[in-house]
């Protein structure tokens, strides 16, 4: 039997920064003790050692805490021995390079286009794209696809292709000639063929490229043509990205080295993290290059590229235009100064903010990267049927990434949150305040009790509740009363006009039982009108209401509404 | 306390590098042999164009049957118009043809995969230098001395030149006036490039390169006219100090530009020997008081202080300046590692 892992240090391998806490039992629980941290120089630029970021952090970490982590031989010292040492590593990674895929596709059918939105939740580089048709017409097009095999050497190809209840026997030619074209690589480079069709197929889809080069299958992202059911291939390509990852040159052959079998990507560090029996979590993490967005309740998950705070800030800028950026400050800043901070972003990601104009223009990429990953959570989850531009329903929101950290003001955060995801309806708003959520959730499997309890003692910071009905209303008039009595037997009766962002202080720990009385047109879940009992939990800010509609008026991403709604939650 | 990276300006070091060459290929340089990053140092091998033939559908036949009918081999050589797979049938002949010269590299499901013959390509870029050590067909070991300082960004391709030093001190950005028919074939150092006009005229006399503090990211939406290699970074922000000194210290020499590990390498090879090795410096390395760094963000960008004090529980550093004292986020600073010629400070 394996034995429990009491202490161990939890690292995240970011493109920013690489982040070391310990976590041990402090009387009856585990706590968190301290946190290392050192740029990771590594997602830059090769660096003659990779590892050398990981090594800066473990040794942050030794000095802040005391305690011995590394040996003399530069490994770390597993068990825990007389104080020195830890039972177990874990690791989180986010900075792992887009899974190089090629894909070829049957027909273009639902099932194509329920394996590219499983494809947009993993970061990719989609080296190119073959049809049957095209295989079977036009030899040039085939010509071309095997040669971008050939010059740049896929991780993965995907197949797929057809409905389960009338598999297609023209599949399984189509498999052996994408396998041929395969065999242009040198045995040693050629790809894992990915078959995601039809399952009576499988065996001999299999047969096909066996032969020539290793193969997986999973379910049919669409088996009966209609419904959606892509779950298994998006599970099935963010662990190939880890699995697939290059170690030559990386850092990767060392971590798997420290932490051998816990290691997660990201987004299912972060599922691990937060997943709770009979709550729903959507947890959002703005990286550096990538933002991530996970909902527990679905098992889903997305990761943007090119959409954050650092080597991300650029593509994002690119994507949603200086102008969009420009309309959440207050200071004036012009556009070239947004490019030249993107840009300096990208050469130094690990930079902090120094000043309030700094603070100000990363939350205005943090809103436009929250924007980003809500626009495409419905094409990405297409089995949720979410509307556009909206997110599935949560219990608990929580935000991580270093803007959500303890270093800036948690009223920004906030109302960041809001404005980029627009939540609706009502639940429980919070951070990671140490930026180790995910890293917690690697090592969720070997001591969830001691994981839960440094995440939700340490780590997590609710920040309140809030209420956001659905539905706008002409600005002045009134969208919402609130009445309620806290545990201590105070009353609360709190009328809400339209447009209005208000924060009610409830301290964390504590409960108000309330009747949310939304005039029509707003809704908060019963219907148009329909009051509601809730339970709302107190937090950081206390309970936050919003009712400045949703979707969200243009008018909020102007400099005076954003100083107002950042005065009304204290910031 | 905390980490940040190291940037490296040494006057005067001892330098090596292995150069890889970027695939299969064959090293032409050996051990003695001065090279330096425009010389060519070998040959990787590319490979040919793909063509595909579908063999089936020339001779209208399944793909399983297409076998039977070959006259090529996977690896056989083939010219243009060679016949690959014939039908024989009287009347009703067919045959599949060869579209290009090349080689056959694979058949199967009704296809023949050809490949056109392969050509080397040149391998450039090392360190300037003597060859020290040669791997057969992988790279091989160069080693120099000289100058080598660490900058932000290389904007461009790789460039060399003589430097020359326009400017009287670090703040002050470059004008069209600095630049005239002298600086043909020179690397310009400045301040700050902000001034729209300068990349024109700069490409206009035949400069080969800048080296600037910052240059506005705006710049980037056009190719520039000529590389840059940005000490600091984006926006306004002067050259730091050392920086500038280190770049005086070699005024006139001649520099190379190169990337490394997502930075810039200003490398001035000398002839005089060393006894200090640029490879000693750690890329990352924790702050302590005294220490030399540089701020490289926020409206100080660009100064360079010492440590004056950490403060552990914020993450911040108070950094004396010039006159003053700076305070600003740990991981915004950059430990300068600097040796003057001949020492190590």
């Known amino acids: 039997m394996q034995s429990q892992v009491e202490s161990f240090v939890a690292i995240d391998w970011g493109h920013a920064t690489v982040k070391a806490g310990l976590v041990d039992r402090v009387g009856d629980c585990h706590r968190f003790i301290a946190k290392g941290i050192a740029p990771n120089l590594a997602a830059v630029g090769n660096l003659r050692e990779p590892a050398a970021p990981l090594v800066a952090a473990v040794r942050d970490l030794e000095g802040i805490s005391g305690r011995r982590v590394l040996g003399i031989d530069g490994l770390p010292i597993v068990p825990e021995s007389f104080g020195a040492g830890v039972d177990g590593l874990g690791c989180s990674l986010s900075a792992l390079p887009p899974l190089r895929v090629a894909v070829a596709a049957l027909r273009e059918d639902a099932s194509l286009r329920y394996a590219l939105s499983a494809l947009r939740c993993t970061p990719h580089k989609l080296i190119g794209q073959v049809s049957g048709k095209e295989v079977a017409a036009a030899a040039e097009a085939f010509a071309r696809f095997a040669q971008k095999l050939r010059d740049e050497a896929p991780q993965v190809v995907l197949i797929v292709g057809g409905a389960d209840a009338k598999p297609d026997r023209a599949v399984v030619a189509f498999v052996d000639a994408i396998a041929v074209a395969i065999s242009l690589l040198r045995p040693q480079d050629r790809p894992l063929v990915l078959y995601a069709g039809p399952a009576p197929l499988r065996q001999a889809a299999i047969a096909a490229v066996a032969e020539r080069t290793a193969v997986r299958t999973v379910d049919n992202p669409c088996p009966d043509g209609r419904k959606p059911n892509p779950g298994a291939l998006r599970a099935e390509l963010a662990l190939l990205q880890l699995a697939l990852a290059p170690g030559k040159g990386s850092a990767l052959p060392t971590i798997r080295e420290w932490c051998g079998q816990r290691l997660l990507p990201l987004p299912l560090a972060l599922l691990n993290a937060y997943s709770r029996p009979g709550v729903s979590v959507l947890a959002v993490d703005v990286g550096s290059q990538v933002t991530a967005l996970v909902h527990t309740g679905l098992g889903a998950h997305l990761v943007l590229q090119a959409c954050g705070l650092g080597q991300g800030a650029t593509g994002l800028l690119a994507a949603v235009g200086p102008a969009r950026i420009r309309r959440w400050l207050t200071s004036g800043l012009g556009e070239d100064d947004i490019a030249d901070w993107a840009a300096n972003r990208g050469l130094r990601p690990w930079l902090a903010c120094e000043d309030e104009r700094s603070c100000e223009l990363e939350f205005a990429f943090v809103r436009e990267a929250l924007g980003q990953v809500r626009a495409a959570a419905g094409l990405a989850w297409p089995e949720a049927g979410l509307e556009e531009g909206s997110l599935p329903k949560a219990d608990v929101i929580v935000a991580g990434g270093a803007v959500f950290s303890s270093a800036h003001p948690a009223a920004a955060a906030a109302l960041a949150l809001l404005d980029g995801l627009q939540p609706v309806g009502i639940c429980r708003l919070a951070v990671d305040w140490l930026g180790l959520a995910s890293a917690f959730g690697a090592l969720a499997q070997a001591n969830p009790e001691a994981v839960r309890s440094a995440l939700e003692r340490d780590d997590i910071t609710v920040l309140g509740t809030l209420v956001a009905p659905m539905g706008q209303g002409r600005p002045g008039r009134e969208a919402l009363l609130v009445e309620g009595q806290s545990g201590q037997g105070a009353r609360l009766s709190c009328a809400v006009t339209c447009g209005e962002l208000v924060r009610i202080p409830l301290p964390g720990g504590s409960r108000m039982r309330a009747t949310l009385r939304p005039r029509r047109p707003f809704d908060l879940g019963a219907g148009p009108g329909e009051p509601m009992e809730a339970e709302l939990d107190g937090g950081l800010l206390g309970l936050l209401i919003d009712a400045r509609g949703r979707p969200l008026p243009e008018a909020v991403a102007q400099p005076e509404a954003v100083r107002a709604n950042l005065a009304s939650l204290g910031g | ?345």
């Open chain 2, 1 to 345: 306390m905390p980490v940040v990276p190291v940037l490296a300006l040494a006057q005067h070091c001892e330098f090596s590098e292995r150069f890889d060459l970027p695939g299969p290929g064959r090293v032409i340089v050996n051990v003695g042999d001065a090279v330096t990053p425009f010389d060519v140092v070998g040959y990787v091998v590319q490979r040919g164009a793909v063509g595909a033939v579908n063999l089936a559908r020339a001779l209208r036949l399944p793909p399983r049957k297409v076998r039977e009918h070959l006259l090529v081999r996977e690896g056989q050589s083939v010219r243009a118009g060679e016949v690959l797979a014939q039908r024989e049938g009287g009347l009703f002949s067919r045959r599949a043809v060869a579209p290009a010269d090349g080689r056959v590299v694979a058949i199967g499901a009704g296809f023949a995969f050809l490949e056109e013959f392969p050509r080397e390509v040149a391998v450039r870029g090392c360190l300037p230098g003597r060859v020290v050590d040669v791997y057969p067909g992988q790279g091989l070991v160069v080693a120099g001395q000289g100058a080598l300082l660490q900058g932000a960004a290389l904007l461009g391709a790789s460039f060399s030149g003589l430097v020359r030093v326009v400017v009287p001190g670090p703040a002050v950005p470059l004008q069209p006036e600095h630049i005239d028919a002298t600086c043909h074939g020179a690397v310009l150092v400045a301040g700050a490039g902000v001034h729209p006009d300068v990349l024109p005229r700069a490409a206009e006399f035949g400069v080969q390169g800048l080296i600037l503090g910052s240059l506005r990211a705006g710049f980037l939406k056009q190719a520039l006219p000529v590389p840059v290699v940005l000490t600091g970074g984006f926006g306004t922000q002067p050259m730091d100090e050392a920086t500038f000194r280190a770049l005086e210290s070699v005024d006139g020499r001649t520099v190379y530009a190169l990337p490394r590990a997502g930075r810039v390498l200003l490398v001035c090879p000398s002839t005089a020997a060393s006894n200090v090795r640029a490879a000693e410096v750690e890329p990352l390395a924790q702050l302590e008081v005294g220490q030399l760094v540089r701020l490289v963000s926020g409206p100080r960008a660009g100064e360079v202080g010492t440590v004056a004090e950490p403060l552990a529980s914020s993450g911040k550093v108070t950094v004396q300046c010039a006159g003053n004292r700076a305070l600003a986020p740990a991981l915004n600073c950059e430990i300068i590692w600097q040796l003057a010629a001949g020492t190590r400070s």
